[in-house]
């Protein structure tokens, strides 16, 4: 009996052999579920289906439809693609790099291994039917994913003979002197986090031609239906833009970032970046100066974009070019919150448009538009209600409103204002950097941590805190602020090459202070791994109107 390992699964007490895996045990239980079950969680520990039972616990298993179920899920799929490429064209130097996410996919290229500069390679229409045809094959073979453990010095020499320089450049800096490397038929690569066991279960994905190369596919919310693919030029033209312009620094992936660190080369970084940055902001007040007609800049994007600090530094781009740029949050148009809907858990939804009372805000506008005087609200959080203080506002030939809110971009908020008297914004942090050649930095990851940092330092909110409503602010992020992304005028990315490297020393003891036994632990351990991938690169050099003064403090704004 000694042999023998004790498990709590669903509420009653199991015994199995030691050495049984967690694959024959998820086989067992599957039934049970309407989603395949991808990894398991013991204690407070998660393990991959591969692995053996070897300790007494309570289990639970994770399926495609948890949020790390399902970033396993993709994961598993980008290797199987990777794969069937190698497969495919890997005897004429072909590879492929995945580039960014948009929507429920990842946009990738072919590039030639043989050409230093890794241009994309020409990617044909029969190109997508062959990769669908191999990767499927492989599906159909039940092929084992198995984990291996490589001496972190071996694993650079693999890179460099695969021809993968960002995976080298990036464990220059492991501390750790092992690396878990995957073995699929032959094909090893490194991952950022844990893999399906076999292929078998990776049924659920599609191909379609786009631009230069390609999307990745993947289910949504059901887990057994691609989503449906939905072209996003404006989205995908700015991160093309931003990693083309990284690129032309030598600086499109951590490893990179972290040479330059190494190197002492900060300050000019943190220049050449501030520069492009305020270069572009006032190449937009010249082009909204221009047109000549709009009163009301609309500024939108997702949390921790940095909307403040922007709205207040295009604010001075537009006053230098004549006009008189009063910034204002369209929170103040809060309803009082006893007036505010609840979501389906009891709370007040504070995300949704009805929470914002549209009629009042479209009969200011209209009144400030005619050219009268009008008093504008300010919303009192402590109090939870709308005051007047006599901040009155009228516009005359140079004013115009700088608006910045989570709903600036829907139609529903200023239905009845003018079209031509609008000028859209979406901003964004869109990261310049990748991981690896494989492994896309995750945009949303980037602004999680600036809004740990920040919410820490102005609000005494807890990382813990933090991350336990993240996946709400996602929801609403995906409800009321992506699906008008692509109605701007313009789209805005806020990111800074270099800002993961700095939050890294302000979110780490933030992060260090959640207990293990608490639901947000997992996603603390995982961001911790993340940020190990950075050098740390002090702040003192980061001027004080930087969109990064927003969130770990010292800006000149009031922010």
């Known amino acids: 009996m000694e042999q023998d390992v004790r498990l709590v699964i669903d509420g009653e007490e199991k015994v199995y052999p030691k050495g049984t895996t967690f694959f024959q045990i998820a086989k067992e239980y599957q039934k049970n579920y309407t989603d395949d079950i991808i990894l398991v969680l013991v204690g407070s520990r998660l393990r991959e289906l591969g692995k053996v039972v070897d300790e007494e616990g309570e289990l639970s ?32 130097g072909i ?28 990617f044909l229409p029969e ?16 092929l084992p994913i198995k984990k291996e453990s490589w001496n972190t010095d071996k694993a650079v020499e693999l890179f460099k003979e695969q021809a993968m320089p960002d995976k080298e450049r990036l464990f220059r800096y492991r501390r750790s ?55 996003r030029p404006k989205l995908f033209a700015t991160l093309k833009s931003s990693r083309d312009w990284g690129k032309m620094l030598d600086i499109d ?33 010249q082009q909204i100066v221009s047109a000549g007609n709009h009163k009301f800049i609309m500024i939108a994007g997702p949390s921790s974009s940095g909307k403040t600090t922007f709205s207040h530094r295009l604010s001075i781009q537009l006053q230098a070019k004549g006009l008189k740029p009063h910034p204002f949050p369209l929170d103040n148009y809060y309803k009082n919150r006893s007036d505010c809907p609840r979501d389906e858990f009891g709370n007040y939804d504070l995300e949704c448009l009805e929470s914002i009372d549209v009629e009042l805000f479209n009969h200011d506008m209209q009144e400030l538009l005619a050219g009268k005087q009008v008093e504008l609200p ?37 239905y009845s204002l003018p079209d031509e008297s609008k000028f859209r914004i979406y901003i964004s942090a869109l990261t310049q950097l990748n991981i690896d050649e494989h492994n896309c930095l995750p945009t949303a990851d980037a602004r999680l941590i600036r809004r740990l940092v920040r919410d820490a330092r102005t609000r005494g909110t807890s990382a813990k805190e933090t991350i336990a409503m993240w996946d709400s602010v996602r929801r609403g992020e995906e409800r009321y602020i992506f699906p008008f992304q692509e109605g701007a005028d313009v789209m805005f990315n806020s990111a800074l090459i270099y800002e993961l490297a700095v939050l890294k020393i302000y979110a780490e003891p933030l992060l260090f202070a959640i207990e293990k036994d608490c639901p947000e632990y997992l996603e603390a351990k995982r961001l911790l791994k993340f940020l190990d991938y950075f050098l740390p690169m002090p702040s003192e050099g980061i001027t004080q109107n930087s969109i990064l003064r927003e969130f770990i403090g010292g800006s000149c704004f009031n922010v």
């Not at 030639?112 to 890794?118: F, I, M, P, Q, R």
């Not at 009155?392 to 700088?402: A, I, N, P, R």
Request: net charge negative; aromatic share 12%.
């Open 95 to 122: 590879d492929v790099r995945v580039k960014y996410s948009i929507g429920q996919g990842y946009y990738c290229e072919l590039v030639s291994k043989t050409d230093a500069a890794e241009k994309a390679t020409a």
């Open 378 to 414: 300010i919303f009192n959080f402590k109090t939870g209600r709308r005051e007047y203080k006599n901040r009155f506002m009228q516009l005359g030939k140079e004013d115009v409103l700088v608006i910045e809110g989570i709903h600036g971009l829907n139609p529903k908020l200023s």
């Open 253 to 285: 992936s951590i490893g990179a970032l972290n040479d330059r660190i190494s190197a002492g080369d900060t300050q000019d970084m943190i220049l050449t970046q501030e520069a492009l940055f305020e270069e572009r902001i006032g190449n937009l007040a």
């Open 127 to 142: 190109h997508v039917e062959e990769i669908k045809a191999e990767m499927l094959r492989m599906v159909k073979e039940d």
């Open 177 to 231: 002197s092992r690396v878990n490397i995957y073995n699929l038929d032959g094909y090893r690569d490194y991952f950022y986090g844990y893999m399906a066991p076999s292929t078998g279960g990776l049924k659920y994905f599609d191909i379609l031609a786009e631009a230069e190369g390609f999307m990745l596919l993947f289910p949504d919310v059901d887990t057994k239906v691609v989503a449906e693919y939905e072209p």
């Open 61 to 92: 298993f994770v399926t495609t439809a948890d949020k790390i179920g399902k970033k396993t899920y993709r994961r598993s799929v980008i290797l199987l693609m990777q794969k069937a490429i190698y497969n495919l064209y890997g005897k004429d």
